[in-house]
């Protein structure tokens, strides 16, 4: 094998080398949207509360420029993990907007108890 004899050569080529490696590193690694507790992109649940019928409602928050339909679920498990109680809802947020929801779930049951799924609605979908 040949050996680069050529200092300067040598110097430019590591350098290239140096500044590619981390890059292609990064890319790979680098989040493109923000994390949210929802798992959906721009996305947020807040301000979960007790609301005055004594019932756990919670703010869906979209915080893109573009509208966005949403299906939620939560629902109770037993022992074995399996479902025992449930509620599923939609919203349809505005760009930039805040809604309200509200669950059948008594605010006696910790909201922690809870388990919890969001998911996109299909563009025209509408739950009867």
């Known amino acids: 094998m040949r050996q680069i004899s050529n200092t300067p050569l040598r110097s430019q080529l590591l350098v290239l080398l140096a500044c590619l490696l981390p890059a ?3 890319s790979a690694s680098t989040p493109l949207g923000p994390k949210t507790n929802t798992g959906l992109q721009n996305i947020h649940l807040k301000a979960v509360r007790c609301n005055d019928q004594g019932y756990w409602s919670f703010d869906l928050v979209n915080n893109a420029f573009v509208q966005a339909h949403v299906e939620y679920f939560f629902w109770l498990e037993d022992e074995d993990a399996d479902a025992i109680e449930g509620d599923a809802g939609q919203v349809r947020l505005g760009p930039k907007s805040r809604d309200t929801a509200a669950l059948i779930f008594s605010c006696e049951l910790p909201f922690t108890a809870l388990r919890q799924h969001f998911q996109w609605a299909p563009t ?5």
């Open 124 to 128: 025209g979908f509408t739950r009867q």
């Open 24 to 26: 292609m590193g990064a």
